[in-house]
């Protein structure tokens, strides 16, 4: 409370955004009950928006100003001043090759572990309400495990099982009759290389979704299953038509989360090709890093970010509009 | 709830039809617990494979015949995982940042989600919208400005600087989760509470506080193990010796080629404790949860 107090002062434009009726108390709000109403909902947002203005909104400005610039090593060392040119980094961006290959790759490999982790996560979430306790338990055991287990951790891991040598996956599959796996490298190649990474961010991702989704399942009321069962609905029309419905805004919400960080990924590909992502593996993300950090033209490394960003938007876009209608209904 | 009054009904005269009813659903619930095992087997192997690599001796980690089962035990690899390099100054680095991350982000949070959630007001969908275009920007793409503007108000290599990075992700994240928490505590227990004479603080503090509890831990737990394993920007913000957990983990690959079975010791000790403390609380959220009150 005192925190938000203090920050009353520094949020100003907002409050002209008041009905007029409640115009003439430009400094303090009175205690006045009508006006408290209108102030108390600002107070309350006032230092979450001030660090969200102050670590995100200003970075993204300069982050936009950054990728019409000229900004190489020179300007980071401040030998040279940063000049305006234009469109320059983004012609140059959008009229090669390399870069509409990786939008590509990034939109498949996003794609496709999105709706591997939000199939896989219901249908884990599904099965937890059917199965016995002491199952319920161990499956909650291995998935908080796997959720808690820190990406670079997760990344060391898989790296091993999948080592060409020594890796435990190239074994058992050599045990499938009729297939040889022994000494098989899984990165030699970028689609089969990714397809493991895929793996590994699905296998973390799915714990977050299918232990949310199965706490929202309790909370479907039974009477509701029970009444549609007792209507003739079979165990998919029950699901579709009474309990999907009521676990929806959760649903959205988790997709929508899924999006942001599958198209996100970066320590996963950075980290399993030690540092350095051959072409064939690059992402929007690892290819705007590569862009500024390995070749220094930080300005185009932020136009290619700034791309992914209003890419993002874009996909984002159709969930926002049924987050508003949940937030509506409320 | 009790015994009681569930199970009576079905104990005089189990007819030929109940007990159909009764075989069928026993051999599902038996089909399900096989796919559940299947699933614990799948979701826990990685954990497994790192605690068994860990324990077992780094020569045995290296055999065409993988060994699945960490026979001799041995604790080498992590003595060698400790010798490496520096591993409390790390781990306790990342405990700072991470517990300050979370507690601010609760705090802060909690008062926007009750804004949101709670309040009608003139440029409310304005703000809902503009917290979930914040978390729609990748963070990763944001690493030029953020290093630019860290670097401007000199909190680079600081750990404040760290938590203000983290703040940027944990509060869209809770902001978000909270409102949707709050949004399925009905309205009609907090008006309950103020027309029996309470103010609209206490009837937070004595009625939706009590429901939102388990989502405020949850929400609060995936936070910290964010912020736990958040790595690039500990990479790009802090130096080598103020690194934290997770960049001294990864430095075990730089190192003369990558001795995997130090490096699982590496791991273990890095990860199982959160693993731990997340399943005490995991439990506790379990227990209670607003099913009950709410359809009361």
């Given at each position: 409370m005192s925190a938000a107090e203090t920050t009353t002062t520094e949020v100003p434009p907002p409050r002209h955004s008041s009905p007029p009726s409640d115009g003439g108390t430009p400094r303090r709000p009175p205690r006045g009950r009508r006006a408290g109403r209108w102030a108390a909902p600002w107070l309350l947002l006032a230092p979450c928006l001030l660090v969200l203005v102050l670590v995100l909104g200003y970075p993204l400005v300069r982050l936009a100003t950054l990728s019409f610039q000229d900004y190489k090593k020179p300007q980071l060392w401040g030998f040279k001043p940063a000049t305006w040119v234009g469109f320059d980094n983004y012609k140059a961006v959008l009229?090669?090759?390399?870069?509409w290959s990786v939008v590509v790759r990034t939109v498949i490999f996003a794609g496709g572990s999105v709706l591997l982790t939000m199939v896989a996560g219901m249908l884990v979430a599904l099965l937890l309400q059917r199965v016995s306790s002491w199952v319920k338990t161990l499956v909650n055991i291995a998935l908080v495990a796997s959720w808690a287990?820190?990406?670079?951790?997760?990344?060391?891991?898989?790296k091993w099982m999948?080592?060409?040598?020594?890796?435990?996956?190239?074994?058992?599959?050599?045990?499938?009759?009729g297939v040889n796996y022994?000494?098989?490298?899984?990165?030699?190649?970028?689609p089969e290389g990714l397809t493991v990474i895929m793996l590994l961010v699905v296998w973390g991702a799915i714990p977050f979704v299918a232990i949310t989704l199965s706490a929202g399942l309790t909370q479907v009321p039974k009477e509701l299953e029970e009444a549609a069962r007792l209507d003739g609905a079979g165990a998919f029309g029950t699901f579709r038509y009474v309990t999907f419905p009521i676990i929806k805004p959760l649903v959205v919400m988790m997709t929508t989360l899924s999006v942001i960080w599958d198209m996100g990924v970066f320590p996963q590909v950075w980290l399993m090709r030690g540092g350095h992502p051959e072409p064939e593996f690059q992402l929007l993300t690892t290819y705007s890093y590569e862009k500024a950090f390995g070749v220094n033209d930080y300005a185009a490394g932020a136009a290619i970010a700034l791309i992914t960003v209003v890419l993002l938007m874009g996909v984002v876009a159709v969930y926002m509009r049924q987050m508003l209608k949940i937030g509506e209904v409320e | 709830m009790s015994a009681l009054t569930t199970q009576p009904p079905a104990r005089p005269a189990p007819s030929a039809g109940a007990a159909l009813l009764a075989a069928r659903r026993r051999r599902s619930r038996i089909t399900y617990n096989i796919l559940g095992l299947i699933v614990f087997c799948l979701s826990a192997f990685p954990v497994y494979w790192m605690l068994n690599t860990a324990f077992k001796p780094?020569?045995?980690?290296?055999?065409?015949?993988?060994?699945?089962?960490?026979?001799?035990?041995s604790l080498e690899n992590f003595r060698r995982a400790l010798n490496i390099s520096d591993f409390w100054g790390p781990v306790e680095r990342s405990l700072i940042v991470s517990a300050a991350t979370v507690l601010i982000g609760a705090v802060v949070g909690l008062l926007a989600a009750l804004a949101i959630s709670r309040f009608a007001f003139r440029g409310r969908k304005i703000v809902i919208v503009g917290i979930l275009t914040v978390q729609m920007v990748p963070l990763v793409a944001m690493i030029i400005p953020v290093f630019l503007l860290l670097n401007q108000?000199?909190?680079?290599?600081?750990?404040?600087?760290?938590?203000l990075t983290y703040l940027t992700f944990i509060l869209p994240f809770t902001v978000w989760t909270l409102r949707g928490f709050l949004v399925n505590i009905p309205k009609e227990l907090e008006e309950a509470a103020m027309v029996d004479g309470c103010s609209r603080a206490g009837a937070f503090i004595r009625v939706v506080l009590p429901l939102l509890a388990p989502g405020l831990v949850a929400t609060s737990i995936y936070g910290f193990i964010q912020a736990w394993n958040e790595f690039l920007?500990?990479?790009l913000v802090m130096s080598q010796e103020h690194q934290t957990a997770t960049v001294w983990l990864s430095s075990f690959t730089t190192q003369h080629g990558t001795?995997?079975?130090?490096?699982?010791?590496?791991?273990?000790?890095?990860?199982?404790p959160i693993v731990l403390l997340f399943l005490l609380v995991q439990r506790k959220m379990a227990a209670g949860l607003t099913a009950g009150a709410v359809k009361g």
């Open positions: 009229t090669d090759n390399e870069f287990m820190p990406v670079v951790v997760a990344v060391t891991v898989f999948f080592d060409t040598d020594y890796g435990v996956v190239n074994w058992v599959l050599s045990k499938l009759p022994d000494g098989h490298n899984w990165f030699a190649s970028g | 780094a020569k045995d980690a290296i055999d065409p015949n993988p060994h699945f089962f960490p026979f001799p035990l108000i000199h909190q680079i290599d600081k750990l404040s600087g760290l938590v920007y500990a990479l001795e995997y079975a130090p490096m699982m010791a590496g791991s273990t000790m890095m990860g199982i």
